[in-house]
């Protein structure tokens, strides 16, 4: 299924949400059982976040299938800034370096498209599609020599890291694009989106099923959790039905921090949201990994080792 197939299906899902909604209201009306009142600030999307939390409660709506709806909802409240590979994260070749240099990094990497920077690693000149580079080299014999990357790559795309999920997805399918370079407000590079990672934030990544599905994110034997700093808080809820809270943060080291109002030694422990954070692992100020645990689990472990 292509992309743009898949997101007339998410649409056409979302309208069976909105029918399910009004044809349970009138079921309900039509028995003469009371209904709540709306508020009149409530959105429809607020309304069908809370259908879709009732089902889900009482049995109609696996949690699989919420989290889909509830990612669908927020298209249009979520900025790319929450679903970014953050620059410290994004891998990118130096367009000067010599032409085999260029194009072998390109080709052993994992990833089609490839950002090339001059001068400094935050000074994206082009982007390179692994797909263009192979024909490229297919038309001179495979001789690298003849390979000038910025005659194959295209533009950067920047995009404003205040963009929503909902406008930027239409501004890639409008586009025929796939990928972005996101920048804040002084135009300084903070990291790129693809359109693969609007459309994971909806059904989520393809994982083993014994896994815990967010990469960077390890179940110990003990049940524990160790996760890298930078996960996501949204990933991490939705991988383990937690509420974090992710109006402050977007990553687990960046909930640390907001929460101590410090950057914390390694081995300091924390407790809050239920839950039992000890950092392990600290490079310069990044706190780069991270053990979770509830609460009361902790406490009892504590008791029992004393």
């Not at 370079?181 to 002084?186: A, C």
């Not at 907001?258 to 490079?283: L, N």
């Not at 100020?285 to 645990?293: G, L, M, P, Q």
């Amino acid at each position: 299924m292509n992309v743009e197939a898949l997101v007339a299906v998410i649409c056409v899902l979302l309208a069976l949400i909105a029918l399910a909604l009004i044809f349970r209201h009138r079921l309900l009306a039509a028995l003469g059982l009371e209904l709540l009142e709306i508020e009149p600030q409530q959105s429809a999307h607020d309304e069908l976040r809370g259908t879709v939390a009732d089902l889900h409660r009482e049995g109609g709506v696996v949690k699989q299938d919420r989290d889909r709806m509830g990612a669908l909802l927020d298209l249009h409240e979520l900025e790319v800034s929450d679903v970014m590979v953050h620059r410290l994260n994004m891998r990118s070749v130096n367009a000067d370096n010599a032409p085999e240099a260029v194009v072998r990094e390109i080709l052993q990497s994992p990833h089609t498209r490839m950002p090339l920077w001059r001068g400094a690693t935050d000074n994206i000149v082009g982007v390179l599609h692994a797909k263009d580079l192979l024909r490229a080299l297919n038309d001179v014999g495979n001789d690298f020599s003849q390979i000038d990357v910025m005659k194959i790559a295209s533009r950067p795309w920047f995009v404003p890291d205040t963009t929503t999920l909902q406008e930027q997805l239409n501004a890639f399918l409008r586009r025929k694009a796939h990928f972005a370079l996101v920048v804040d407000e002084y135009g300084e590079l903070e990291g790129l989106v693809t359109l693969e990672d609007i459309i994971e934030e909806i059904v989520g990544e393809i994982a083993d099923e014994h896994d815990v599905d967010v990469q960077g994110v390890r179940q110990e034997s003990d049940g524990s959790i160790v996760v890298d700093g930078s996960v996501p808080i949204r990933d991490l809820n939705r991988a383990l039905d937690w509420e974090l809270p992710d109006d402050e943060a977007v990553t687990i080291a960046g909930l640390v921090i907001h929460e101590t109002q410090s950057i914390p030694e390694e081995k300091q422990a924390f407790t809050f949201h239920g839950k039992r954070f000890i950092v392990m692992k600290r490079d310069k100020n990044r706190i780069t990994r991270i053990r979770i645990r509830p609460a009361l689990e902790a406490t009892e472990t504590v008791l029992r080792q004393s």
